[in-house]
């Protein structure tokens, strides 16, 4: 067979030959950390509660800490490490969040702390921030047009 | 105060949050593994689902289940823009639409910017050993 | 210098290649080959303050160090052919800026230390006495260029491949003791309609047997007439695609085929998934390890073919495919 005879076959020839990620390794791990730092968000989350905060204030503190340790950890080179064993366990938390924040600034330091760190921080990141803003903004129209969340389920 | 450490270490609660998150975390593994998205574009996905979610008043009982383990994940971050958005809707009316999302979420951006030009300017990055 | 077929030159009085020299850095240093090259590198910035500095140091001091094994003195370099993968090829215009020698910088990906060689092996048939070549990559000025920032938590999928931190550097001379150059086959640009930047050695192996049959075919050799076919940096997938794009062209590489990407790094112990890339890769392999194996007449017929994935970032975003190329250079002992 002529793996070149179209791009096609040689797409499917490609897909064939290359190797597949480790998947259910991969799963299991992201399951794992990724249960473990939302957990340590749990128990952050309950002791605030404990000391009487009301829900929204916890909620935003055990995002501050989580941010906090995330940055500390990318700081001090490890939270790559992490990242490449536990994939999505440690990107989808709000850790990545940081971690996407945090890498670039560190990475751009070279060009400088205004157009460099100041500029390129949001070289991952911004995306998120722009399509989570702008879908929250949609729903708050939404929501105000019809004046009731339960109207867009039907 | 007094911390009741029962209740901070409540094991049902936590292993609602542990299971639930881990789940959230294989979606999001399976999507990179299979679909070879960036990292960005997963990021973008998950936060894009939570706001929607939040909005159709539907993440709302995820958070309810699992806590910290729906909204520590980005789908949680998404969901609390939203949620942010409908209260000061429900507050102050058209201006809300703008300024309840961002509002909501203040703490964790500032958070991530300040500390990110603090490991800047303290750290440099270093080449993966492995 | 004559046109054989196609797209062959063959060189009438062919150049020697007089002497090379390479610098690895620190992961390479613990690959299979360390011994072989010149010096290696403890840790990635090697004294100065950005990857972009330190990749413009390593090119520069390998080709000091080649100026000075070869004991030609710098005054008798007539041109210099240098290249790598930052945009507008800073790391060999900065970091051979003070070298006072005319200067080609040339792009062809990781492909561009066989251009270099060639380009300059015509200079020395035509009006030269010697011609530095040169190339360079830096496995964190690479990533940060087309990849994502180096503390960034993501995965490498298992197609991926690693950038060389590395370089090489030959002088190409009208008289000398060999190894020759014989002959050099030009690529042409082949796209096969790969998208994924994640897989190169897919998505450049069909510019490889492009490469590899028109040579055949214009010079009426065959497989076996080589001690060693090494390809530039197809990595381990790009590889065995190759063996098999070659089989069904009629063409059994497999016994004496081997890849540059594959060689320079363990991929058990290293964690490198498919092999090492980048300019630095095929500069530094053939540099360090091959050079030395030519002349010890260990290896007497070696047919090099490097190459490059013709993309940049930019294009990767806007979804377009990857052209591959493949330049190949015959030198014989």
């Known amino acids: ?154 | 105060m007094d911390i009741n450490w029962a209740n901070v270490f409540e094991w049902s609660s936590l292993l609602k949050c542990f299971v639930t998150a881990g789940i959230i975390c294989i979606i999001g593994q399976i999507l990179i593994d299979k679909t070879k998205l960036t990292p960005a574009r997963i990021l973008v996905i998950f936060v894009t689902t939570g706001a929607i979610l939040g909005g159709l008043g539907i993440y709302k009982y995820l958070v309810d289940f699992a806590g910290a383990g729906a909204t520590v994940p980005l789908t949680g971050f998404g969901y609390n823009l939203a949620k942010g958005a409908i209260e000061e809707v429900q507050k102050s009316g058209l201006i809300g639409v703008f300024t309840g999302g961002v509002k909501a979420a203040a703490g964790g951006i500032a958070a991530a910017v300040f500390f990110g030009y603090l490991a800047s300017l303290i750290s440099k990055p270093k080449m993966k050993k492995q | 210098m004559e046109k054989l077929g196609s797209q062959t030159i063959k060189f009438n009085t062919p150049p020697t290649i007089l002497d090379c020299a390479s610098i690895v850095g620190p992961k390479e240093a613990q690959g299979p080959l360390a011994k072989y090259f010149d010096q290696t590198l403890d840790d990635e910035f090697w004294g100065e303050k950005t990857w972009e500095k330190a990749e413009s140091k390593i090119i520069k001091e390998t080709v000091n160090t080649v100026i000075s094994k070869s004991g030609i003195s710098i005054d008798k370099i007539d041109c210099l052919f240098a290249g790598d993968l930052l945009n507008q090829c800073i790391s060999s215009s900065f970091g051979l800026r003070e070298l006072n020698v005319p200067f080609f910088g040339v792009f062809g990906a990781c492909s561009t230390f066989v251009e270099s060689l060639s380009l300059g092996s015509i200079c020395v048939e035509g009006f030269a006495e010697n011609v530095l070549c040169a190339t360079s990559s830096h496995f964190c000025s690479a990533e940060k260029q087309f990849r994502f920032p180096l503390e960034l938590g993501n995965q490498r999928p298992p197609t991926s491949q690693w950038t060389v931190t590395g370089a090489g550097a030959a002088i190409v001379s009208k008289s000398g003791t060999g190894p020759f150059v014989t002959h050099i086959t030009p690529g042409k640009i082949v796209d096969m309609g790969i998208k994924d930047a994640n897989n190169m050695g897919a998505a450049m192996a069909p510019a490889f047997a492009d490469t590899l049959i028109s040579h055949f075919q214009d010079t009426g050799r065959n497989p076996s007439y080589y001690d060693a076919i090494i390809s530039g940096d197809l990595g381990h997938i790009g590889k065995e695609i190759a063996i098999d794009i070659a089989k069904s062209k009629g063409y059994n590489i497999k016994s004496n085929y081997n890849d540059c990407g594959v060689l320079i790094f363990d991929k058990s112990t290293q964690d490198t998934h498919s092999g090492g890339s980048g300019c630095g890769c095929c500069g530094s392999v053939f540099s360090g390890y091959f050079f030395k194996q030519l002349k010890d007449k260990k290896i007497k017929k070696i047919l090099l073919i490097a190459t490059g994935a013709l993309m940049n970032s930019t294009s990767s975003q806007q979804g377009e495919t990857i052209p591959g190329i493949a330049h190949a250079i015959s030198i014989e002992m």
């Open chain 1, 1 to 154: 067979m002529d793996p070149l005879e179209t791009k096609q076959t040689y797409q499917n020839y490609v897909d064939k030959k290359s190797p597949n990620s480790p998947i259910l390794k991969n799963c299991f791990n992201a399951f794992w950390v990724g249960g473990l730092i939302c957990t340590i968000g749990q128990v952050i989350l309950n002791i605030c509660k404990e000391r009487g905060f009301d829900t929204q204030i916890s909620g935003t503190i055990v995002s501050i800490i989580l941010i906090g340790i995330s940055a500390f950890l990318t700081g001090l080179n490890l939270f790559n490490k992490i990242g490449k064993f536990a994939g999505a366990g440690s990107l989808i938390p709000i850790t990545g969040f940081a971690n996407s924040i945090v890498s670039p600034a560190m990475e751009y330091k070279s060009e400088g702390y205004v157009m460099g760190v100041g500029g390129k921080m949001f070289t991952v990141a911004g995306p998120v921030l722009v399509f989570g803003i702008s879908a929250s903004i949609i729903v708050g129209i939404i929501y105000l047009i019809f004046n009731t969340q339960s109207i867009t389920l039907v």
